[in-house]
């Protein structure tokens, strides 16, 4: 691409779906200043060029890739990775091979500070993916006929859309504390995800990119526990639920939460819950 212009072009074998913003029930994100998204599957020679866009856009990157060029150069959109323009800043991208995406666009004037966290060239940001099937299903529900059978599910939807973008649009500049507590909720993630792994100090600090001492400082101002203490609460949290029901036992429930025997298991549930295992369905809701 060389000259800019504004347009776009959009092949027939792209596969696009919109929220529809203008369903009663999704009229909160638009009061908000979302004005349109969506979940797009692109193909070349998909390509949008803006010269002066009237709204910020956020486009994170689910699979495949795609270049983005803006007056400060030229990027690379890799899955897992986020970018935010302003209004006003001219910029174009366009899709390689394949290109799967979650696409924004917001008002300048948007209860959430987009503007604020524009971003001057793409970030890695894993925990977006979340949005994928939150944005999915709420497109799904929306375009059903707005009855009273699917109008909470709906609203239930825009409400946790608003409540992430709330979260992670808060217009407050990224210090190194806040980068790591936000890679702290990822790596909480990954550990309640593979509890069975024998995770140590080491190792989750490496996971953080931070060092011991700091994993230690941010766990224990966050949760009030080091780190390895937060890693067993995770695995007891877990034991609890397979075995509240009766459905698993002591000894089933210990393979699957990482702790190597069933007296190891017994030994820190009764500890932390004050009674044994086998009682854990007496234990308060």
Not at 130 to 143: F, G, N, S, W, Y
Not at 190 to 214: G, M, N, Y
Not at 259 to 283: D, I, M, V
Request: hydrophobic residues 40%; glycine residues 6%; proline residues 9%.
């Amino acid at each position: 691409m060389t000259a800019w212009t504004d347009g776009s072009h959009i092949p027939p074998s792209c596969r696009e779906r919109f929220l529809p913003l203008a369903q009663p029930n999704l009229a909160g994100l638009r009061a908000c200043g979302l004005q349109m998204a969506g979940v797009s599957e692109l193909f070349p020679p998909y390509r949008i060029s803006r010269l002066n866009p009237r709204y910020s856009v956020a486009l994170y990157t689910l699979a495949g890739e795609a270049r983005l060029e803006t007056d400060t150069g030229e990027y690379r959109l890799a899955p897992e990775t986020l970018w935010i323009s302003r209004p006003g800043r001219r910029h174009r991208y366009w899709a390689g091979p394949t290109w799967e995406l979650l696409w924004f666009h917001f008002s300048p004037d948007a209860a959430w500070p987009v503007v604020e966290c524009a971003l001057a060239e793409p970030v890695r940001r894993p925990e977006f993916a979340v949005l994928a099937p939150l944005l999915r299903t709420c497109i799904a529900e929306a375009l059903h006929p707005p009855t009273g059978e699917n109008t909470g599910v709906v609203r239930a939807y825009a409400a946790l859309l608003d409540a992430y973008f709330a979260r992670e649009f808060h217009g407050e500049p990224e210090t190194g504390d806040s980068h790591a507590r936000r890679r702290l909720r990822q790596l909480l993630n990954t550990v309640d995800a593979d509890l069975t792994r024998r995770w140590t100090l080491a190792e989750l600090a490496r996971q953080l990119h931070v060092s011991p001492a700091t994993l230690h400082r941010l766990t224990r101002e966050t949760h009030g526990l080091p780190p390895l203490a937060l890693v067993a609460h995770l695995r007891l949290a877990r034991a609890r639920e397979l075995l509240s029901h009766g459905e698993f036992t002591v000894q089933e429930t210990a393979r699957a939460v990482g702790y190597g025997t069933p007296f190891a298991l017994s030994r820190a549930f009764k500890r932390h819950f004050g009674l044994p295992p086998t009682r854990a369905g007496e234990l308060p809701s």
